[in-house]
T-cell receptor
Framework: GQQLNQSPQSMFIQEGEDVSMNCTSS?????WLWYKQDPGEGPVLLIA?????ELTSNGRLTAQFGITRKDSFLNISASIPSDVGIYFC?????????????FGKGTKLSVIP | SQTIHQWPATLVQPVGSPLSLECTVE??????LYWYRQAAGRGLQLLFY??????ISSEVPQNLSASRPQDRQFILSSKKLLLSDSGFYLC???????????FGNGTRLTVT
């Protein structure tokens, strides 16, 4: 099946810094999703992307659907302590259904006050 | 608005005991329903999905089974738990194929 390579695996940043993480695949995707998971809770949808080149913001978060349809990135501006958590990318490959949603392995974000 | 409920939040069960985890969705009809397992805070693995009452698809062979007795109810079961069944189990739903999944808060299962 499809695989998503998410990087970095983890990152430590100072409060106030900007953050960038990305996902890449060898397959073409029709949908890219970004989730955040707090400890002991389920992932929460942050941003959904449906078209190549699409750039979508949600507060301090911005995500883009890569032109090649094989990658996506998530930026967080001016990080704050509550941004701590694990961020997952997920995608639905061309021709697949949502039951074939592929997840990256996550980026664990730590924010130093 | 739609909400998804999962219970219990945590569960400690001995090896060989049965399991029943329940998930219900409110505020929508005929959702697609999913059970995922997450190991060590990473790597979500799809276990089962259902597109309608009584319709269950299994993604991986295992010691678990799923049932959908009602439109908005999804149950994960086992007759005899194994140590390897320990993990974080997540229920999810979406309204239609290719729309984003929405997750419940999960059940932390520890098999001792």
């Amino acid at each position: 099946g499809q695989q998503l390579n998410q990087s970095p695996q983890s990152m430590f940043i100072q409060e106030g810094e900007d953050v960038s993480m990305n996902c890449t695949s060898s397959s073409i995707f029709n949908t890219w999703l970004w989730y955040k998971q707090d400890p002991g809770e389920g992932p929460v949808l942050l941003i959904a992307l449906y078209k190549a080149g699409e750039l979508t913001s949600n507060g301090r978060l911005t995500a883009q659907f890569g032109i090649t349809r094989k990658d996506s990135f998530l930026n967080i501006s001016a990080s704050i302590p509550s941004d701590v958590g694990i961020y997952f990318c997920a995608g639905i490959a061309s021709g697949a259904g949502s039951y074939q949603l592929t997840f990256g392995k996550g980026t664990k974000l730590s924010v130093i006050p | 608005s739609q909400t998804i409920h999962q219970w219990p939040a945590t569960l400690v069960q001995p090896v060989g005991s049965p399991l029943s985890l329940e998930c219900t969705v409110e505020g929508t009809s005929n959702p697609n329903l999913y059970w995922y397992r997450q190991a060590a805070g990473r790597g979500l693995q799809l276990l089962f999905y259902s597109v309608g009452i009584g319709q269950i698809s299994s993604e991986v062979p295992q010691n678990l089974s799923a049932s959908r007795p009602q439109d908005r109810q999804f149950i994960l079961s086992s007759k005899k738990l194994l140590l390897s069944d320990s993990g974080f189990y997540l229920c999810a739903w979406n309204r239609r194929t290719n729309s984003p999944l929405h997750f419940g808060n999960g059940t932390r299962l520890t098999v001792t």
